[in-house]
């Protein structure tokens, strides 16, 4: 990252044990806010790019006790461990949350699963979709009567997972700031879609909301809530639930709004679908963009995602950082005390071992030992872009 300030975690070292989804996103989150974040690769190929901008990386073979020595020797000038095996595999490597507290008892040890350290299902192995599924997240997804779709992992993996795993780093290390003293972070993508799942849970506690799906206000059910298809095969989402932004856009569309009838008029609302589905289909996605852009009728394109980044409303925040080879997001929340980025480096695995190793405190011929025990995998290049 570049700019006037390294972000507010510029002080803070993160130590990520690699795995894939919700583990890594988090570390990159805390990198993009400056923490200096280093991977701990397993021997063997890898996905370059994949959650690794802004970190380092060292590759051990954690089976061989020099490289569990040199491991602990790295946490113990660390602030943060994140890691996302399954429950008590750190512990039987030696580099579970007492092994690492007893070398820096400060440490917050963050750990991330599916189903969480404890329970019947705690050994299991799952993914997103299995996840969402048992929370009631899944079920609410898709329309009547059809199985619910598989979506995208963002509500499990990156919303329930990465995004409560950061939230219990960020209080722990509040706390330890002020106490002096470590905490264990048990992030479970289950328990973080179930806290997700709280407005719906308020809504059915208000008998607004119903358990069958396509029958409730944000599920599809209404037809100012729903996507629709256009005449050039793209499509245009609708969104205006306020009275307001719903005359907004009726006011723009060739139909009469007696005819078209009550806004919450559910009897009326299968007619009214097909009315806007005939509709939204006579023009395409760009013609509807211009007619409804600088309304407050809710209609917006929807776009793919090489799409998005060159679309002017998010072209003109810099939502994007583009760069030979690369496309990614820019960072965010935004802090008004951190610049935002202008470019970002990707990890080349186990390139940083020797500065890491040397912070650690061992010197050249202690590295060099390791690397002929095989303990260190020596990288094949400094991180780039």
């Keep these: 990252m ?12 993160v130590v990520e044990l690699s795995g894939i989804g919700p583990g890594p996103y988090a570390g990159q989150l805390l990198a993009d806010l400056g923490a200096d974040v280093i991977v701990v690769e397993r021997p063997g190929p890898s996905l370059r790019g994949i959650d690794m901008r802004g970190k380092r990386s060292i590759s051990l073979d954690l089976k061989k006790p020099a490289a569990i020595r040199a491991l602990l020797m790295i946490i113990a000038g660390a602030d943060i461990v994140i890691e996302g095996l399954r429950p008590g595999v750190t512990e039987r490597l030696g580099v579970g949350p007492d092994a690492c507290h007893a070398v820096n008892p400060k440490l917050i040890y963050g750990r991330m699963t599916g189903w969480g350290q404890t329970g019947p299902w705690s ?37 329930g997972g990465s995004m409560f795993l950061v939230t219990g780093i960020i209080a722990a290390l509040l706390r330890a700031e002020k106490t002096g003293q470590g905490d264990i972070v048990d992030a479970a993508i289950v328990d973080g879609v179930n806290s997700l799942m709280s407005f719906i849970h308020g809504m059915a506690g208000s ?28 499509f245009v989402a609708v969104g205006c639930i306020e009275p307001q932004f719903f005359a907004a856009m009726i006011a723009r569309l060739p139909v009469d709004a007696v005819v078209y009838g009550g806004q919450n008029d559910r009897v009326r609302w299968p007619d009214q679908h097909r009315m806007l589905e005939a509709i939204f289909a006579a023009k395409s996605r760009d013609e509807w963009e211009a007619i409804f852009t600088g309304t407050d009728a809710c209609v917006t394109p929807v776009l793919d995602y090489e799409e998005a980044g060159s679309h002017p409303a998010n072209a003109a ?6 760069q030979p080879g690369w ?25 940083d071992y020797a500065a890491i190793l040397a912070e650690a405190g061992l010197n050249s011929d202690e590295i060099a030992d390791l690397i002929r025990e095989g303990a260190v995998i020596a990288g094949s290049g400094e991180n780039g872009a």
Excluded at 2 to 13: E, F, H, Q, V
Excluded at 334 to 340: F, N
Aim: glycine share 12%.
């Design 2 to 13: 570049s700019g006037d300030s390294k972000g507010p975690l510029a002080r803070y070292r």
């Design 123 to 159: 050994q299991m192995a799952g993914h997103d979709i299995n996840y969402i599924a048992m929370t009631g997240a899944l079920y609410a997804m898709g329309k009547a009567g059809e199985p619910p779709p598989v979506p995208l992992n963002l509500v499990g993996d990156f919303g």
């Design 207 to 234: 008998r607004a909301w119903q358990p069958a799906r396509q029958a409730n206000l944000l599920d599809g059910a209404a037809p100012y809530y729903r996507c629709y298809a256009t005449s050039d095969e793209k």
């Design 317 to 322: 925040r810099h939502t994007h950082i583009s």
């Design 327 to 351: 496309t990614h997001p820019q960072i965010a929340p935004r802090l008004a005390s951190q610049a935002l980025a202008a470019g970002f480096t990707m990890a080349c695995k186990g390139g």
